[in-house]
């Protein structure tokens, strides 16, 4: 069986009615590593409701910067933390394997590429 393609990780998420995608990269998991003193307290802190984690980890996994990022918060809050925890926490689980899924099955192409 053949390992996923690096990036094959994107989590699609709902924020505040839009649906939006989380891609894994290495920017984003050592932000939120060094934010969160590794990846597994950002998982732990996901799990506890802790908004500022999980706000950091939809920034940084949507790439977003500036007035973007500035947004991102009452997004966040708009859509509701438990709608969050579950693809949050697969996303964190992805960076962790280096940007592709756990799970075996067919081996998706990189949607990070540019055509």
Same mark, same amino acid.
């Given at each position: 069986?053949?390992?996923?393609?690096?990036?094959?990780?994107?989590?699609? +998420?709902?924020?505040? #009615?839009?649906?939006?995608?989380?891609?894994?990269?290495?920017?984003?998991?050592?932000? +939120?590593?060094?934010?969160?003193? #590794?990846?597994?307290?950002? =998982?732990?802190?996901?799990?506890?409701?802790?908004?500022?984690?999980?706000?950091?980890?939809?920034?940084?996994?949507? #790439?977003?910067?500036?007035?973007?990022?500035?947004?991102?918060?009452?997004? =966040?809050?708009?859509?509701?933390?438990?709608?969050? +925890?579950?693809?949050?926490?697969?996303?964190?689980?992805? +960076?962790?394997?280096? #940007?592709?899924?756990?799970?075996?099955?067919?081996?998706?192409?990189?949607?990070?590429?540019?055509?």
């Amino acid at each position: 069986m053949s390992k996923p393609a690096l990036g094959a990780g994107n989590v699609d +998420i709902e924020l505040d #009615g839009e649906t939006v995608v989380l891609r894994p990269s290495l920017m984003a998991a050592q932000a +939120i590593s060094r934010q969160s003193g #590794g990846i597994s307290s950002a =998982v732990r802190s996901v799990g506890n409701y802790d908004f500022d984690v999980i706000v950091s980890v939809v920034t940084l996994g949507l #790439g977003a910067t500036g007035q973007e990022a500035k947004a991102i918060p009452e997004k =966040v809050w708009r859509t509701g933390l438990t709608d969050l +925890i579950g693809p949050v926490s697969t996303y964190l689980t992805i +960076i962790a394997n280096g #940007g592709r899924p756990m799970s075996g099955g067919e081996e998706a192409a990189d949607p990070q590429k540019k055509e």
